[in-house]
Nanobody, 120 residues
């Protein structure tokens, strides 16, 4: 299973970016999909998560600014980021929890990370 993330870049404060992440390869089902981020010198933190049925949750610092969504037919998760702030600067990683076969246990899969830089 491979996760390919895209959409990062450099943006001014107040701007917007949209991240995408598509899972490919031999995967039977995907449960939760989410985005994490890691800023220099800090631990990786969960930014947003979406369940298979569409239920979402966000870390407090991004509520009202970020929106997570998914397209189950395309095995893709999105993160729309609006009103970006310099403190949103980090490497963003997509994550899925899924299983490769019907009998396999669920496990986490990670994308390669995409840099988001917000200038003041």
């Amino acid at each position: 299973v491979q996760l390919q993330a895209s959409g990062g870049g450099l943006v001014q404060a107040g701007g917007s970016l949209r991240l995408s992440c598509t899972a490919s390869g031999n995967i039977f089902s995907i449960n939760d999909m989410g985005w994490y981020r890691q800023a220099p010198g800090k631990q990786r933190e969960l930014v947003a998560v979406i369940g298979r049925g569409g239920l979402t949750d966000y870390t407090d610092s991004v509520k009202g600014r970020f929106t997570i969504s998914r397209d189950n037919a395309k095995n893709t998760v999105y993160l729309q980021m609006n009103s970006l702030k310099p403190e949103d600067t980090a490497v963003y990683y997509c994550n899925i929890r899924g299983r490769r076969t019907m009998l396999a246990s669920s496990r986490d899969y990670w994308g390669q990370g995409t840099q988001v830089t917000v200038s003041s």
